[in-house]
């Protein structure tokens, strides 16, 4: 019971993030562009936005065929990134260093993590381990 | 016993059998052929078939048989399944019906899909259901990802705790090993040096003569590496089978039937109860593949496996669902 609930849930929330995005898209992209070239410190700052949008709006990275859609992301600290698992295998993202661990993510899963610490985060899928990313945060 | 349908022509070419020791297209005709299932036997490396017909007067007495059942994945709703319960449910009626029963059920893994709460418990119950004496069960990575395979060891993993484990069963020495758990990033699967060292152990004692079963869930060997079908050290742990005259190796996790031999070892891969898998390198990965709703139960199925005394292989029946 628990497994649908959280699965309609999630669906859910996916459907109110499409909304955010039309919304808050333009905006966010162009945040990420420039907060990504900024040399330091002031990244976080300049996302100002409510954490509860930011899941919203941050990046995706999408999990099909066994692969992570953008394998290398670099975000400004205080981004939130949220994976999307659309195989129908069941996938995890864990942290090498177990920074952060997802669950069990089956079709349409979705996880996200705010990233608040610059460093470099090494991740992949503890049932596939031959998938592997990394998410760049400066 | 008359080989009405020999494929050891096939099977011997090297330009089908050095990838995976299966002529897929001779197969595929065979079980058109033979409707629900083909024995095979091996002889002098060379494996030959025949259609899986009534035990006919002529036949030896089996020693003993056992069923294999492999990716149950319990929990799975995905397009390639709606009914994966379903299909399971229907590979238990199977065992069932075997006449004689198994002796024992051995499960290879990817029992759940996803460790959701009572995956477990359906297969346990479904195949108590069953007449076996005995159910021996060996993790996927599906069932161990979510706990470290807490959850898999409190159930299954024996006086030890590991989960591997030998049993002697009618002159015939099994080992279940297992190569799903500690995936590090960029990893294969692995038996882990503390496995090979008590399956060194394990085997000492035994004469070469003693027919070896070897069942794991991840194919000892090289399937398919760049999709994660091998298991880094399976080598290893083969080396340490070499001397033995006979030793058949039961796989799961491809779900779809693989053979070779190697000497004096056979390896097999097992379909799963659930959804069918593409076959090596075909596609853009691994993963549940969607066949017209008519073929599914083609492509799902069990194994029965027959050990009869004086006969240097097991016999192997795979059957599909349809």
Known sequence: MNGSNRSIRVRWLWRLAVLGAAVFGGLAVATWASAGQSANGTAAGQLAQPVAVAAQTGPRIEIAKHKFSLPTLTVPAGTTVTWLNRDEDVHTVVSTTQAFRSGGLETDDAYSYKFTKPGVYQYFCTLHPLMTGRVIVK | MTDDFNQARDIDDPEVSGGDGVDRRGFLQCMAWAG????????????????LSPASAAEPALDFSFVQVSDTHIGFKGEANKDALGTFEQAIARIKALEPAPAFIIHT???????????????TEALKGTKAERV???PGENDVFADGGKEYLGRFGG???????????KGVHFIGLINVLNFKAGGLGSLGQAQLDWLKKDVERLTSSTPLVVFAHVPLWAVYPKWGWVTEDGGQALSYLKRFGSVTVLNGHIHQIMQKVEGNISFHTALSTAFPQPAPGVGEGPGPVKVPAERLRSVLGLREVNYIQGKSRLAIVDSTLA
């Open chain 2, 36 to 51: 629900t299932g083909l024995v095979w036997t091996a002889t002098g490396g060379v494996l030959a078939s025949r259609a």
């Open chain 2, 109 to 123: 893994g990817d029992i759940t899909h996803a460790q959701k709460a009572g995956a477990f418990d359906i297969v």
């Open chain 2, 136 to 138: 021996f069960y060996i």
């Open chain 2, 159 to 169: 006086p030890t705790g590991t989960g591997w484990q030998s049993f002697d069963y």
